[in-house]
């Protein structure tokens, strides 16, 4: 899973820390449990002294995915430097993705696609220490049945020699690794592809790609199919197209949506090529009637299994169209200001701190610094003071 953009801004509303005694308190009780007698004294050890981490409970309730437009999400996940970057590094690791690809049948785009989206091609992995989130997690928060079955995991991942202690780090929630697998997710379907013995989602390229490929594969995808289309929906007598209960898992033929009058979104019929018209596939329409359409088929849903969010999925799939040589989608968001790049966050940051303000370091990343300065351009423009950065904004202070 990405990492999340708004946590830092969010992290010095949490009241107190939750006290450490509790939580020694509570990973004993896990301890005496039937489900952690894999794990054996030493390993647990490694846990001695641990303090809660109070951020990642701050984060339970805080997913970006969920709260941005989806154009900025794309405006991000999608620019052309992680274009350029993927493209680099299918040619880098060409040899690799060629066997991952062999052996598992997932394409060397949407393996490569997966792996930029989740971790900026390892280079963001997250600054959490694992085990001490899973173990906040396990005791604090609302969801510590499921995050004690993924410390346990953890625990094991450490005490099977895959990684340090104090080398695992990753997200907030507990995924590591340049695919950001969840532990549990680890011991299921990881692969060792370099063959040293253990299998390492951290440092090793070909043990990351070939673990994407085999969760992918797992997640029921299809050799050689595609993901989907962006289609074009009809009007009748300027009627709008009914969307009422339509959704990526309310499947019907292509058929049945070439009958009701859907075309690919450059007007030509749905079925050509070799898309049969019994292949199933749900209509999605991530921002509205007014935005992008698309018909999505079973290898969406394996990529949205990674980590289910639609505008994840999307980018994801977007991507490795992209790298494949294909075009932007067709039909526009339906925003009259769409989002920023990565470079124009970069080259925001510089134009704020040219007029005075203080966004720290010009990173990239839109912190609290950086969205105070923006929200005071807001006010000072005579713009809606959102704190939200769009090409709107980056336009006027590029006048100036
Ligand atoms: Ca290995």
Redesign the pocket.
Known sequence: MPVPLVAAALVALWPTDPPQPQLAQCLQRLRATSAARSIRPATWRTLDGLTPDPRVLVNLDAQPEFTLPIWDYFAVMVDQERIDDAQFLLREHRATLARVSARYGVDQATVVAVWGVESNFGKGRGGYHILRSLATLSCNGRRQTYFRRELLSALRIVQGGHVEPDAFVGSWAGAFGQTQFMPSTFERLAI?????????LME?V??ALASTANYLRNAGWRTGKPWGLEVRLPSANGQPFSLAGEGRRVRRTLEEWRARGLTRVDGTPLLQGDLAAATTAGLLTPAGAAGPAFLVMRNFDAVFSYNAAVSYALAIVHLADRLRGGAEFVTAWPTDDLGISRVERRELQALLAQRGHDIGTPDGILGRLTRDAVKAEQERLGHEATGRPGQRLLRALREM
Do not use: V
């Open positions: 060792d592809f370099d063959g040293d013995g253990r299998r390492d090793s070909p043990d």
